[in-house]
């Protein structure tokens, strides 16, 4: 009795703990704090070197403010279907959260297939990772970007499978939360690089 | 425990996903989950790279003893000092410290395990396979030779392997910290026994806390930087390429951003390690536990706005020397207040000196001198004669060695008898201390002089006429007198450790809630999660106020270590497992594929991936 | 412990004494021989004796309370009074360091901005140019290009700018103020890889960082002529501990005097002479690199500089490879023309395989160029 009772207490994704937030919830918490100064390292490295490349291609020559707008606007709403996916498990809803999941797998996917899109066209217009500075510090920021919702797609796609053989189920639904946590931050941390980089206007 | 909790099938997962089941031998320390297991596999590896940092420098020593020497050419030597900067930060210091919280953390708070156990034992494998590709770089190709800080441009411009090696070799070990920053993090806010409330935590646990935050926000910075050396040395991208507009000074700024919360990183464990020292050998409590406490943080916090003092020649102008010079007078302050503090304990106690207390109190007395060579480098135009000097040299040594590894020591003498159940012996472990006292202050108090007398950092060989000589060579002798003692200290432990099992629970009559279970702690470590009513709760259940400050022994029957030898009834432990070992393998092929083969890095990646995905997926309990 | 004790505070002292009297330090910083150093060592020196007080305060409680407090044998051990904290010392404590560090604060930030402001009046402007693994000096007013060695006159203050020259990471010239360059645009030769360097000469002034790709400034003035030794002090490849120069003061006259010798077109050997022969090994393989103002090469184009230090008057300087070797000892001179990486690792200099015969030449040639 007393042993099932501490099993239980090792595996309940509610154990009691002193701040109230589970484990693993504030471990993600944490971690993405982390995160943060990541990119913001990054962020700054791109921002301190801007205008300062000796030759081009520049900023406004491989710019499409249109395509990325819309590649962006997609992110966004996989963070939609991210939160529907949640609010679908906590009410015991699996069929449901299985389409969200995979929407946001989806949508992830069609911003990282916007991005590889538009590398390539920068590519073809002559920016590379070793043509200038801007190329340098403008494919090492988004590549890190980019990884990071490659993880992120992993992730949700492991939620998505894992839940056939009823691994995903109400009871532990933090799971898909924290994943959420996760994938909410990478689209946050895209919306600060699209402002930053594409938006905000620099000279050549 | 599942850190992404997936339910089990009841325990029946068959296969390759079967959890391993040894106890007891080889295979049992390789699976192991344990926090005291992987705190001492962390603290017997970080000696063994003590020894050769130790070896490293001696070299150094020898080579600096005369004038216009030649016993290591300067690319040897460049290697050699590069090496025992690296090794004795990231693969001493950093895991010896590890070691003790790791161990004693859940202990100290009255928990079982940390938050996530296996990716504790992670970090650990991470780390022991970061030190050896570090150290393969001597057989494949050249060791890391542009200093342990790797200045660009130089750093990239160099034409060997090794800062390659360096560059990957310190990321595997940022994500190890990065990884344990967060777990224990985890642990010491979410698993504190009942009634432990933050300001009832032993001052160790605080300091452990703030190292843990600065940890997580320092390494990201330094992870970019290694990503930006790295992809310029193999990629050819310009991050630090003034040629094509970029600035070299970027890496110095990235660096320190990190370096220097790490050298906090380094002394605020060992800084807790003496306030709970302290006042155990003089029977009263800590003086000023919250403004120990505050001065912790507060030094935490400052620590991440002083790094340009690195940098005060770099040339950044005066209105940035003067911000970074005042922001790093203030960190003095807080600093200060723990030295009073830990004045102030031992004032008017009952003060004994087993090893223990001679090594707490030698930091106190080594870090004050270091701390205040830190506040002449403060004043920014005195900076402009003693950066990149020996006056450095001598004041970082005096924090790290005389501050950090001496508290370190004293932890070890102090809670041996605790983690192996027997006591170092008393009088080796004096000359151990005397001797390296003295050989510390030999080798490293004249540093002082022969920096602001001209010798510069880093440099193979120096000319007879600049009259640097004698103190070389002094500093040499005493840095063999160290290693003497560390040869001691050595022998103290074979000899100790083949003394039988024969300690009580608190042999030391401490505070903290580790000494209420046995020694060495069982595995689940508590039979019952003691309840906590007060700061320094053991010391409360053996003593009773009687009037305000005065105590008496509880009478007996009351008390003590309320252990039994018991089994540990109804206690469910985490299981151990294979993965975390399988993932850092993947994770090394992946470095070596890095610096070698895309195909090998390849295998590295999906090795890692499979690791990840097991762990994810491997069943709780057997 | 009473015993042990003093004898480590005996040590200590006698440790202290001799440090103050190290002989022959001809890079110290303790021994400011200009008005900039001078600013520098007054400001250490009282914050170094405030820390020493400091010191014997703080280490002295230390030692007094382990002995006072130490329980002695034969006493029954008490459990002493579970003192807390003292909220009003802990104010006390806080406060009074933060004041006397303010104290040190104000002249910390007059002096920084002191010393960064560029100097008015008769002012010396001179270009320090920082290669792998020597410092070449260049007078642009004056028309005078030298190495290893900085000749200045008393009694000036001279501005100092610095650019660290070589190559980047495709192999380009790392662009530096120092170095204008020709009308078309290009970036002059360099030799060696473009590293972070540091100017160091303590007697007269504090550093700074030679940063590629940054023109960093430094002023320093001597009161006295003499000659003052100083280095590179941020590591920079393989043979950083050999990047050594020094700086040469003379009096106004003394320092005209030069100037003028400088600035005249080498010396030319006299023709059958071995420095003539000497001179036909130069301009065999030398002037690839280096500069001899005044000769003519075989197309009759002027010898200009290409990546290594100007020779024009080789024999007036007393040290030379980073400052580390004599100009006057034929030995070294022949060994570094002999192989030029077995004396300094990594040197970018080729080792052109001369034999001993053109070796004795070349240096009976380099010693005619006074």
Request: charged share 10%; net charge negative.
């Amino acid at each position: 009795m007393q042993e099932q009772a501490a099993i239980h207490v090792f595996e309940s994704e509610h154990e009691a703990t002193s701040t109230g937030l589970p484990n693993v919830k504030l471990a993600m918490w944490l971690f993405l704090a982390s995160d943060v100064l990541l990119f913001g390292a990054l962020i700054t490295s791109y921002v301190v070197y801007r205008g300062r490349s000796v030759v081009g291609p520049y900023p406004n020559d491989v710019f499409d403010i249109p395509f990325t707008s819309v590649s962006s606007f997609v992110l966004l709403a996989s963070s939609l279907t991210m939160v529907l996916a949640l609010a679908s498990v906590q009410r015991g809803d699996l069929p449901r959260m299985r389409l969200w999941l995979l929407a946001t797998a989806l949508l992830g996917l069609a911003f990282v297939g916007g991005q590889v899109y538009e590398f390539t066209t920068f590519y073809e217009e002559g920016l590379t990772l070793t043509t200038n500075v801007f190329g340098t510090t403008f494919y090492v920021l988004t590549g890190f970007h980019g990884t990071h919702v490659a993880i992120g797609i992993l992730m949700l796609l492991s939620l998505f499978s894992l839940s056939f053989g009823g691994r995903i189920t109400q009871r532990n639904s933090m799971t898909v939360e924290i994943v959420g946590l996760y994938w909410h931050f990478v689209d946050i941390v895209w919306i600060v690089i699209f402002t930053v980089v594409y938006l905000i206007p620099t000279g050549p | 425990m599942a850190s992404v909790s997936v339910p089990t099938t009841g325990g029946r997962a068959g296969g390759l996903l079967r959890r391993p089941t040894a106890t007891t031998g080889f295979w049992s320390w390789v699976t192991t989950v344990d926090h005291k297991k992987i705190g001492i596999l962390y603290g017997v590896t970080a000696f063994a790279f003590f020894i050769v940092g130790g070896t490293e420098a001696l070299l150094i020593r020898l080579q600096l003893a005369q004038p216009d020497q030649a016993l290591l050419s300067p690319s040897v030597y460049n290697e050699i000092f590069t090496m025992h900067g690296i090794t004795m930060v990231f693969l001493v210091v950093m895991p010896l410290s590890a070691a003790f919280i790791n161990y004693l953390i859940p202990l100290m708070i009255g928990a079982r395990d940390v938050a996530f156990p296996r990716l504790n034992a992670l970090s650990y494998w991470l780390f022991l396979f970061a030190g050896i590709f570090i150290y393969s770089s001597w057989f494949l190709g050249g060791a890391p030779n542009g200093g342990w800080f790797g200045y660009a441009p130089n750093a990239v411009l160099d034409p060997t392997r090794g800062m390659t090696f360096y560059a990957i070799g310190l990321l595997m070990a940022g994500v190890a910290s990065t990884v344990s920053a967060i777990n224990i993090a985890v642990t010491i806010l979410n698993m504190r026994a009942p009634g432990m409330t933050l300001f009832r935590m032993p001052v160790f646990a605080w300091m452990s806390l703030v190292v843990q935050f600065l940890l997580a926000f320092s390494l990201p910075i330094i992870t970019v930087a290694l990503f930006q050396l790295l992809f310029d040395k193999r990629f050819g991208t310009h991050f630090f390429d003034s040629v094509a507009g970029a600035d070299p000074v970027l890496w110095q700024h990235l660096f320190w951003l990190f370096g220097h919360p790490e050298v906090y990183i380094l002394i605020l464990p060992a800084m807790g390690i003496v306030s709970e020292i302290l006042p155990t050998f003089a029977r009263k409590p800590l003086f000023g536990y919250q403004f120990v406490v505050f001065s912790g943080i507060a030094i935490g916090f400052i620590g991440f706005g002083v790094w340009v003092h690195h940098m005060y020649a770099v040339g950044l102008g005066p209105i940035a020397n003067t911000a970074f010079g005042i922001s790093t007078i203030i960190i003095a302050v807080p600093t200060g207040v723990k030295i009073f503090n830990w004045l102030g304990t031992m004032w008017k106690g009952d003060l004994t000196f087993p090893t223990p207390m001679l090594f707490a109190i030698g930091f106190v007395a080594m870090f004050v001198i270091g701390g205040l060579s830190g506040v002449t480098h403060s004043v920014v135009p005195a900076d402009y004669q003693q950066t990149d000097t020996y006056y450095i040299v001598a004041h970082f040594h005096y924090v790290l060695f005389g501050g950090a590894i001496f508290g370190l020591f004293g932890g070890m003498y102090y809670w041996w008898p605790k983690v192996f159940g027997r006591k170092l012996n008393e009088g080796l472990g004096k000359v151990h201390f005397w001797l390296m006292l003295i050989g510390f202050n030999l080798t490293f108090g004249p540093m002082h002089v022969l920096g602001l007398q001209g010798m510069p950092r880093r440099i193979q060989t120096y000319p007879e006429e600049l009259g640097l000589t004698f103190w070389n060579l002094v500093s040499t002798v005493g840095a063999f007198m160290i290693a003497l003692a560390v040869l001691l200290f050595l022998i103290n432990v074979a000899m100790t450790q083949r003394k039988p099992k024969a300690m009580d629970a608190d042999p030391w009559d401490a505070r903290t809630l580790e000494w209420l279970t046995t020694s060495p702690p069982p595995e689940h470590n508590f039979d019952e999660i003691p309840t906590v009513h007060a700061l320094d709760e053991a010391w409360h259940r053996k003593y009773v106020e009687t009037a305000p400050g005065r105590v008496v022994p509880v009478p007996a029957g009351g008390s003590g270590a309320d252990e039994a030898a018991s089994a540990g009834h109804g206690v469910h432990l985490p299981a151990p497992s294979y993965y975390p070992v399988v993932a850092s393998l993947g994770v090394l092929l992946l470095g070596y594929g890095v610096v070698f083969s895309w195909w090998l890095a390849g295998v590295g990646a999906v090795v890692m991936l499979a690791g990840l995905y097991a762990w994810a997926l491997e069943p709780s309990v057997e | 412990m009473r015993t042990r004790t003093r004898l480590i505070l005996g040590l200590a002292a006698l440790a202290a004494s001799a440090a103050a009297c190290a002989p022959n330090a001809q890079q110290d910083s303790l021994n400011p021989q200009g008005p900039y150093a001078d600013k520098i060592y007054d400001l250490f020196v009282p914050v170094f004796w405030i820390a020493v007080g400091v010191f014997v305060v703080v280490e002295g409680l230390l030692l007094f309370i382990a002995l006072r407090y130490r329980r002695r044998k034969g006493r029954a051990a008490e459990i002493p009074p579970q003192i807390h904290g003292n909220n009003r010392l802990e104010i006390g404590w806080t406060i009074l360091p933060a004041l006397i560090l303010a104290g040190v604060a104000v002249p910390t930030v007059t002096t920084i901005f002191d010393l960064a402001r560029e100097p008015q009046g008769d002012v010396l402007e001179v270009n320090v140019l920082a290669h792998q693994w020597w410092w070449e000096f260049d007078y642009p007013q004056e028309g005078v290009n030298t190495a290893n060695e900085l000749h200045i006159p008393t009694g000036r203050p001279v501005y100092l700018t610095l650019c660290a020259v070589g190559l980047g990471y495709e192999d380009q010239p790392t662009p530096s103020v120092c170095q204008p360059g020709p009308p078309d645009g290009a970036i002059p030769a360099a030799i060696g890889d473009g590293v972070i360097h540091s100017f160091w000469v303590p007697e007269l002034a504090g550093t700074q960082d030679v940063v590629p790709g940054q023109a960093n400034t430094l002023t320093l003035q001597a009161d006295a002529p003499g000659r003052y030794s100083g280095q590179c002090k941020e590591f920079c490849g393989l043979s950083h501990a050999y990047m050594k120069f020094a700086v040469v003061a003379h009096t106004p006259e003394d320092y005209d005097a030069w100037l003028r010798g400088q600035q005249a077109d080498a010396v030319m050997p006299e023709s059958g002479s071995l420095a003539a022969t000497g001179m036909d090994v130069f301009l065999g393989q030398c002037i690839a690199c280096h500069a001899v103002q005044g000769l003519e090469d075989a197309n009759g184009n002027p010898v200009v500089a290409n990546g290594g230090p100007n020779l024009t008057h080789f024999a007036s300087r007393e040290c030379f490879a980073g400052c580390w070797l004599q100009n006057d000892d034929p030995e070294e001179l022949a060994a570094w023309l002999d192989n030029p990486a077995a004396v300094k690792q990594g040197s970018w200099m080729p080792d052109y395989g001369l034999t001993p015969d053109e070796i004795d030449a070349v240096v009976a040639y380099l010693k005619g160029l006074t």
